[in-house]
């Protein structure tokens, strides 16, 4: 049989159409497989997730099809719960696929720890910018007498007497007590005496 007698035979179209639907149906399969690896028109909005503690945040994101990260702790936030999330990688309402990973960031327990910086002979303006940069409030200031004014005699917490190198919890209030630049004898002399108690020296 000829090749043009062939092409145009029976058989030929029958093994054609054999083949047309076998490409159809392997198409199809192809295409609904790489839709069913790659979710396909099945996106997840992240939820929000703020303020949630990591074990019920892991929970809702399982119930979704997604896994939680924990990457770090942050600065303690007063106005969050501690231990809870404060920040959360894809944002609220992101559409993503299934399994994708949401990477999280907790609020500390507490505030953490400074060191009380050296104060010692020095004036309340010298360190009070050091003081604030480390997260300290200033409380109360009273005065005591010195000869100079506004040098830092003591700062206290709650009443206890603080010194350099002590550690308290940052945003921790604290008070300062400053000389108030006032003699401090105030026409009293170093033994005691005021000048009309002196006695007078009769002439001879």
Do not use: C, W
Not at 149 to 154: A, E, F, G, T
Not at 160 to 184: A, C, M, Q, R, Y
């Amino acid at each position: 049989m000829s090749i043009k007698n062939f092409l145009t035979s029976k058989t030929f179209a029958i093994q054609l159409a054999i083949a047309s639907i076998i490409v159809v149906v392997l198409v199809f399969l192809l295409v609904s497989f790489l839709s069913f690896k790659t979710n396909h028109g099945n996106e997840i909005s992240v939820p929000d997730l703020s303020k949630m503690q990591l074990v019920i945040a892991e929970e809702k994101l399982a119930e979704l099809g997604l896994e939680i990260i924990l990457l770090d702790t942050v600065d303690f936030k007063e106005n969050m719960p501690p231990y809870s999330i404060v920040e959360q990688d894809p944002k609220v309402g992101s559409m993503v696929k299934d399994g994708r990973k949401v990477y999280v960031k907790l609020n500390s327990g507490e505030f953490n720890d400074v060191t009380l910086p050296d104060f010692k002979d020095r004036t309340y303006r010298q360190i009070i910018a050091n003081f604030n940069s480390l997260g300290i409030k200033e409380g109360k200031t009273t005065y005591k007498p010195h000869i100079a004014k506004d040098i830092v005699l003591q700062v206290l917490q709650n009443g206890k007497t603080l010194k350099k190198g002590d550690k308290i919890k940052k945003n921790s209030t604290i008070d300062f007590v400053l000389g108030d630049g006032k003699e401090l004898f105030d026409g009293t002399n170093l033994n005691g005496s005021t000048e009309s108690d002196e006695t007078v020296i009769e002439d001879n």
